[in-house]
C-alpha cells in the first residue's frame, strides 16, 4: 500500500513540554494543535486512515517527523497518546545520525538534518507535486478544482517568518480555502475530497 497523500506541516519551532506535563492537561497550544492535525489525517470513527501520511518540518530545529499510516500503532483518537508519541520521537533527535530517517515508534519516524539546504532537500524529497493551502477571504468561492495522486503533498504553513522551504519547492498549486478555516478543519476538507474522489 502507497499513501494516497502525503500532509506537509511547516512550522517554525516547537514548544518543550513532557509526559507530567500531558497527564496533568498541560500540553503546550502549538502540540495539542498538532495533536488535533494527527486526529483529523488519520482518525476514522473505528479504524485509521492507512492511505494517509504526515510531515511535520521544524524549521528552527531542522527535524522533520514522518508519521505514516500504513505503519502506524498506537495512535488513539484521544490527545493524550498523540502527544506521547510525537513525545517520543521529540526525544531521540539528540541521539540519533544527521540526515538518516529513525524509526522512534511503529510508524513514526524523525530526521534530523545538519544544515538549511540539507533541510531543504529533505522537504524536497517527499514528493513531485505540492499543493499549498491559502487563505481566502471567506466571501471568495472555494477551489475546490483539484485531483490528488499518490505523489502529491499538501502543505499546511504554520511557520510564523517567511519560509524557505516554500520558495525552495518552485512553482506551487494553490488550494483556496476560507480564512475562518483552522489548521484541522483544512485537513478534514481535504480528506473530504479525497473521500469524494475515490
Not at 495539542?32 to 488519520?42: A, G, I, T
Request: net charge negative; with cysteine.
Amino acid at each position: 500500500m502507497i499513501d494516497l497523500v502525503r500532509f506537509l506541516i511547516l512550522i517554525e519551532t516547537i514548544s518543550s513540554f513532557n509526559k507530567k506535563a500531558i497527564d496533568e492537561g498541560n500540553t503546550p497550544l502549538d502540540i495539542y494543535k498538532l495533536c488535533s492535525c494527527l486526529r483529523e489525517v488519520f482518525c476514522l470513527s473505528y479504524s485509521i486512515r492507512k492511505e494517509n501520511g504526515i510531515y511535520i518540518a521544524i524549521n528552527q530545529n531542522l527535524l522533520i517527523i514522518k508519521l505514516s499510516g500504513k505503519y502506524l500503532r498506537y495512535l488513539g483518537p484521544d490527545e493524550r497518546s498523540q502527544a506521547i508519541l510525537l513525545l517520543k520521537a521529540l526525544e531521540i533527535q539528540e541521539a540519533i545520525p544527521y540526515n538518516k530517517w529513525i524509526n522512534s515508534t511503529p510508524g513514526i519516524f524523525i530526521k534530523k538534518t545538519i544544515n538549511l539546504d540539507q533541510f531543504l532537500t529533505s522537504i524536497q524529497e517527499i514528493g513531485e507535486k505540492f499543493f499549498l493551502i491559502e487563505d481566502i477571504n471567506s466571501n471568495l468561492r472555494k477551489n475546490t478544482n483539484y485531483t490528488f495522486t499518490h505523489q502529491d503533498v499538501i502543505i499546511l504553513d504554520e511557520s510564523r517568518e517567511k519560509n524557505l522551504a516554500l520558495h525552495n519547492l518552485g512553482e506551487l498549486e494553490r488550494i483556496h480555502l476560507p480564512k475562518t478555516f483552522s489548521l484541522e478543519n483544512k485537513i478534514l476538507y481535504i480528506n473530504y475530497q479525497l473521500d469524494q474522489q475515490e
